[in-house]
């Protein structure tokens, strides 16, 4: 995002973020301020060190919350800091944060617990896979490297309210890395205790944003967002609750929301066919993409014509229009449509980049590559399992693409679909021969999806390496970093490369139709980073 998976940024920035409703006040009794909605996958974790999930990012970002909150179009607003200051040379933050934030425990939240919590999540012992987003704050990569101790990281606690952050280079999206759930607090105390069990239900974790989180097991198929009593900004929380429940089969997500038993539910492609001209009907843009990560520790899988020729099999207009969800894009990029635009020409980034030949539905010539890969490997035939969630629209996904991919002679795909918590498991792990993935922009900055292709990052989990890659993203996130053309320049090429040697393979960009209960109002969608902001939603 995970994630997640916004802002004006010096690069410049087109987002498409989604304000469902206005916002106002409600009159109606508390007890109607609740709104239910379905998700299509499992909670998997709240330790905000560990998660990788966009699910967990959203819930973190309404149960927690850090210095800066992400408003109506990623716009900066106060969090915990009521306010900072950042010195002329970019690189030192200083931020004054509210004596009145308390945790749902009952502790003030300090300057130290933002302390803690980025050490822990730098700390190598910790093995988050998002520690590469602190790059770039002092010695941060150092301490990943086990070149420097965790106490050394640009991050000071000066007395219990007041917290100053150094860089090493001024970076363009720091405010809105601020906005991201791995950079909120946590509390020492409640990790301590929870040990290895912390983040793992809603009972093994504290809260310090507006909501809480209740009646979630670790491995149910519904969880409670609730009014955080604690919260410094409570008064101008008006909903009591909002209640997820894990629904798989749109058909019966569809009959919930008709039967006013849901107030939002996500629509598969026939159902988003079948209600367009619903006055209920809303899109969701998401800055996102899907793609298939092949395991390069299996040999056959390094070849580059057997990439290239699996992902030229593939008719994404089909895939795009006919099999996936009724808001998705076609992409033939990595970097999604819409995230970012040039500093010099306007033009939005996969607009400047180049789709190579491979991206491009050709079975005749698909073969061809084929069979000369297989010649290359020595092999006549070749087969691999491809891993994927089990919700409805993955398997629709999956099912096109072992009939697709199958046209290639010699070639057999077999499916294993599972829950959406074991294949984020089983990726970290490398546990796979062929995984359809998913990365959902953390910010709006195309970095955020080059960044994982990079050698040594954890999201990684195709294990893809090229060492002229690695040094445009370092270019781009140092010496680049405060030139944007320059770095606009960096991240173009790296792309055009990426793509040129099939790193991955790219599916399409993602985005959906829900139906929404029109008295659902003031909730909160961006596309890049956590997607919903419920603080000041409310049922009319």
């Not at 973190?60 to 909150?69: C, F, I, K, Y």
């Not at 990281?153 to 363009?172: F, H, M, R, S």
């Not at 699996?310 to 808001?327: E, H, L």
Request: proline share 4%; glycine share 6%.
């Amino acid at each position: 995002m995970g994630s997640s998976k916004q802002l004006k940024l010096l690069v410049g920035i087109t987002c498409f973020s989604v304000l469902l409703v206005g916002c106002g006040k409600s009159k109606q009794s508390s007890d109607k301020q609740i709104i239910r909605t379905s998700i299509d996958s499992e909670l998997t974790s709240v330790d905000l060190s560990k998660t990788t999930a966009l699910n967990s990012f959203t819930v973190l970002n309404n149960v927690d919350e850090g210095l800066l909150r992400l408003g109506k179009n990623s716009k900066i607003e106060p969090g915990i800091a009521q306010s900072y200051k950042e010195s002329k040379d970019g690189k030192t933050y200083t931020f004054n944060l509210r004596k009145n934030a308390k945790w749902s425990n009952g502790d003030p939240v300090t300057a130290q617990d933002f302390v803690y919590s980025w050490r822990r999540t730098l700390n190598p012992k910790t093995s988050s896979q998002y520690g590469y987003l602190f790059s770039g704050i002092k010695n941060a990569d150092k301490i990943q490297a086990n070149k420097a101790p965790v106490s050394s990281l640009g991050i000071k606690a000066d007395g219990k309210y007041k917290l100053t952050v150094t860089l090493e280079d001024k970076l363009p999206f720091f405010k809105l890395l601020m906005g991201f759930p791995v950079f909120f607090p946590q509390d020492a105390k409640a990790v301590q205790k929870y040990g290895s069990q912390y983040g793992t239900s809603s009972d093994k974790q504290v809260y310090n944003g507006p909501f809480t989180l209740t009646k979630w097991t670790g491995t149910n198929l519904s969880w409670t967002l609730k009014k955080n009593p604690y919260y410094w900004d409570k008064k101008n929380v008006k909903l009591n609750q909002v209640k997820y429940s894990v629904v798989k089969d749109p058909t019966t997500g569809l009959n919930l929301y008709n039967e006013k038993k849901l107030d939002m539910d996500g629509l598969s492609n026939d159902q988003a066919k079948q209600y367009s001209k619903n006055k209920h009907i809303v899109t969701r843009n998401q800055s996102s993409s899907y793609y298939i990560a092949f395991n390069q520790k299996k040999k056959v899988f390094q070849n580059l014509k057997i990439r290239q020729a699996i992902s030229m099999a593939i008719d994404r207009k089909v895939m795009t229009n006919k099999v996936v969800g009724g808001g998705a894009i076609q992409n033939d990029s990595f970097v999604s449509k819409g995230l970012a635009v040039s500093p010099k020409t306007g033009k939005d980034f996969t607009e400047d980049t180049t789709a190579p030949a491979s991206m491009t539905y050709n079975l005749s010539a698909a073969k061809k590559l084929f069979k000369e890969g297989l010649k290359q490997e020595g092999l006549k035939s070749l087969s691999f399992t491809l891993m994927a969630g089990d919700d409805y629209s993955t398997k629709q996904l999956t099912e096109y693409l072992q009939s697709a991919l199958e046209k290639l002679p010699g070639l057999k795909v077999s499916l294993n679909n599972i829950p959406a918590r074991v294949v984020l498991s089983r990726q970290a792990d490398q546990q796979f021969q062929a995984t359809v993935a998913d990365w959902f922009a953390d910010y709006s900055d195309p970095v955020t999806f080059l960044n994982i292709l990079t050698s040594k990052n954890p999201s990684n989990i195709s294990k893809w390496k090229n060492a002229a890659y690695d040094k445009l993203i370092a270019k781009s996130n140092g010496q680049d970093a405060d030139k944007p053309e320059a770095r606009w320049n960096d991240m173009v090429s790296a792309q055009n490369l990426a793509l040129k040697d099939q790193a991955i393979v790219p599916l399409y960009q993602s985005g959906e139709k829900w139906l929404i209960n029109p008295k659902v109002k003031g909730i909160i969608y961006n596309t890049a980073g956590p997607n919903y902001n419920y603080k000041n939603a409310y049922v009319k």
